[in-house]
């Protein structure tokens, strides 16, 4: 925690860094697996992903990773959307029988949730860039891995609406 909090706070790294540090991080989710290789819309069928699934999966993860980070600005902000949203994709994930996405769903929303005791007004704990984008890529993550186990309706609707209250 303190090499974490040493980086976050008193080095400021470059944008482009901060990018390549977050490409990377999905990067090592997409060759572990996480890959969205196909969707079901309701009444359009199935899309497939079968060359550009990686890809995607990486614009997603890195995506999710910023809006967290967006997000942090405001104290209890971040930390309390990434709660629900655990909460939320850890009931729809137990519902889908999909154990290991619903446990790591549980395990986010607990972290964010112990963080939040200390991050309400006035914050006297700041989550920074570390906290932020570590929360932003495990709920990316859940939402992959949750999603891809099934093609039922709730799997891709339910962290889509989840996640629309930070976009």
């Known amino acids: 925690i303190t090499l974490i909090g040493a980086i976050d706070d008193y080095r400021e790294l470059k944008p482009l860094v901060k990018l390549g540090g977050q490409i990377a991080a999905a990067i090592i989710a997409v060759e572990a697996g996480a890959v969205v290789t196909n969707i079901t819309l309701p009444f359009l069928g199935g899309l497939q992903f079968p060359n550009t699934g990686g890809v995607l999966t990486v614009i997603w993860l890195v995506g999710l990773m910023n809006v967290v980070n967006f997000s942090d600005g405001v104290d209890g902000l971040a930390a309390g959307i990434c709660a629900i949203d655990g909460i939320a994709f850890s009931i ?29 007004h006035p914050a006297s704990v700041f989550m920074g860039d570390a906290g932020a984008n570590l929360l932003g890529y495990l709920l990316g993550v859940v939402a992959v891995v949750g999603s891809l186990k099934t093609a039922s309706f709730v799997a891709l609707v339910g962290p889509l609406v989840v996640l629309a209250i930070p976009f």
């Not at 395990?107 to 200390?118: E, K, Q, V």
């Open 92 to 120: 729809i994930a137990f519902s889908l029988n999909v154990n290991g996405a619903a446990i790591l769903a549980a395990l986010t929303a607990g972290a964010a949730l112990g963080f939040l005791f200390h991050n309400f």
